[in-house]
Each structure stands twice: as structure tokens, then as C-alpha cells.
């Protein structure tokens, strides 16, 4: 396992409906982690064995999070 820790930044405040998504984004087989960060940035711990940054990203975006 190799844990890594990455920061997105978020193209606008998030909605109350895109909050609960990333309340349940660790149901990702791989994801460990997500918070916000103030200053509009979310925070993303993972499993690079499991899966890519693009892949991350990816899934972030499928689940309607507004990335910049």
C-alpha cells in the first residue's frame, strides 16, 4: 500500500447535495480520505497501489465535484 495525499482545488463553494458526496467518497475501494480545506481546496488521501491521480480525479469528477 502507498498512502499519498494530494490537495484539489475547487472551482466554487460546494453545495450542500456535493458535501454529502464527499462525506461518502472513502466508499472509493482506494480512497481513504476527503476534507475540505479552507480556502476552497479539498483533501484527498489514497492508495497510489490501488489507484492513478488521474483516476482520482476522475472519480472526483463523476461525483459532480467542481474541480478547477
Given amino acids: ?39 476552497g481546496e479539498l483533501f484527498i488521501e489514497y492508495d497510489a497501489s490501488r489507484l492513478s491521480a488521474k483516476e482520482v480525479e476522475g472519480t472526483l469528477e463523476e461525483n459532480g465535484i467542481p474541480l478547477a
Fill in 1 to 39: 500500500m502507498t498512502k499519498v495525499q494530494r490537495t484539489f482545488k475547487l472551482s466554487r463553494e460546494l453545495s450542500d447535495d456535493e458535501l454529502k458526496r464527499i462525506a461518502h467518497i472513502h466508499a472509493v475501494y482506494g480512497m481513504f480520505a476527503a476534507r475540505l480545506i479552507p480556502g
